[in-house]
């Protein structure tokens, strides 16, 4: 859009993703077949042949698949599916999440089609999904208007041939409807000067994932969106910004963090860090080196609130953690 019509200079896309359901109860397992690539892509491909599935373990968490179609001399489209059917129900809801990211902009139709529809063109269910070098954790809730055996596919054309894919799932689920008005407010200040604004009831944060203590202060004949959180968020302690004094020496800190800089806890063995956004994804799955008391945030990603957790021999710490 920047570039395109020469608008908006400066702006920034927002972090926020935010679904039109909730769960509120899963009702079965996670449907699809090796989804997390920790190992291997089998079970993945498709058509045309000459397109590419593999597996590469700089993108995305701890293994990713890469779809590629290098050029259109068999067909301009790239159908990828995972070969295992899983069932769906008529009428019954289900919560699909995936992980996406590239090295250019473009965008894959993620769907899920059931085998009697396979020799047509439609899909059960199917959403556009752009992609780019920022990462994308997205949740998507679908109802079923069949049943049937099923599969899940990507498609993406040969103009904008290649993209990451992680954490491919599917599961039945008890859905709640989100009302966006009522977690979502715009701040108008349609005055000449700076206007301050109440926040509603509750915990409430921007869209770069700060939380909002008192007043919103709005300049000139501008705006400001915020967003509701769940309640215990904002009981996050935010204060803890030394590195080795002894009252912290079981908490992450600093809190919050920003994108591309260690955070520090005390040193394990064998440990891993975990952080886990609002939604129950987890955004980063990662080990630590023996002996290590820091590791980087990475750069890409998303800010906002984490439930983060430090584990190894010695100690396991858990705590909120507020990412910039």
Known sequence: WQAEKNEDAGSTRSPLRLPDHVTLQELGPNLVQNGDFTTHVNG??????????????????????????????????????NENLFPIQDQAW????CSVQSDVPGDVVIG????????????????????????????????????????????NQWTEPMYYLDNVEVTRVAVQAVDPFLGNKLLVNDQPTAQSFSPPDGCWSDINGNLI???????????????QLPDDACSISTGITGMHSDDQADHLHPNPVMRGEAIYFPALTNGRLLLMDMRGAIALDSSIASGASSMTIPSDIVPGIYMARVQGDERTVVQKLIVR
């Not at 993945?44 to 590629?68: C, E, F, I, S």
């Not at 001399?73 to 159908?79: A, E, G, N």
């Not at 289900?94 to 999440?97: E, M």
Request: charge should be neutral; glycine fraction near 6%; proline fraction near 6%.
């Open 213 to 227: 203590n008192g007043q919103v202060s709005v300049p000139a004949f501008s705006s400001k969106a915020i967003f």
């Open 94 to 97: 289900y919560r699909v999440r």
């Open 112 to 155: 899920v089609k059931g085998e009697s529809t396979s020799s047509n063109p439609y899909t059960t269910w199917q959403q556009q999904l752009p992609f780019d070098g920022e990462r994308r954790d997205l949740e998507m809730y679908f109802q079923s208007d069949l049943t049937d055996q099923a599969q899940i596919q990507f498609a």
């Open 44 to 81: 993945w491909g498709g058509w045309p042949t000459n397109a590419q599935v593999t597996r590469v373990t700089n993108y995305l968490d701890n293994g990713a698949l890469k779809a590629y179609l290098p050029d259109n001399s068999v067909y301009p489209t790239f159908i990828m599916r």
